[in-house]
């Protein structure tokens, strides 16, 4: 593990919730309320990259035709024209 050292941070607003963790007790120091902070902001990082790898994946496997980017820009196009043709009659 690599050695520590001292970093200044500044947290605005959740300066409250660090101080609210430290007076419940749940945390003894402001530097494990960041370390939990750090561990959750990973585990949320490593559910979104699996969540998009399965995506990827599913897209690469999908057995479906794969469509022209042309194509598929027009039909948006003819929808959002159609929406907006709907907002203008109906205000």
């Given amino acids: 593990m690599p050695a520590s050292r001292s970093v200044t941070v500044t947290l605005g607003p959740q300066q409250a919730s660090l101080e609210a963790r430290l007076k419940s007790g749940a945390y003894a120091s402001a530097s494990e309320v960041v370390r939990a902070a750090l561990r959750a902001l990973d585990r949320e990082d490593a559910a ?44």
Avoid: C, I, M, Y
């Fill in 48 to 91: 979104l990259d699996e969540v998009l790898r399965r995506k990827v994946e599913a897209a690469l496997t999908d057995p479906e035709p794969s469509r022209p980017a042309g194509d598929v820009f027009a039909r948006l196009r003819q929808h959002n024209e159609a929406r907006l043709k709907a907002e203008r009659r109906d205000p």
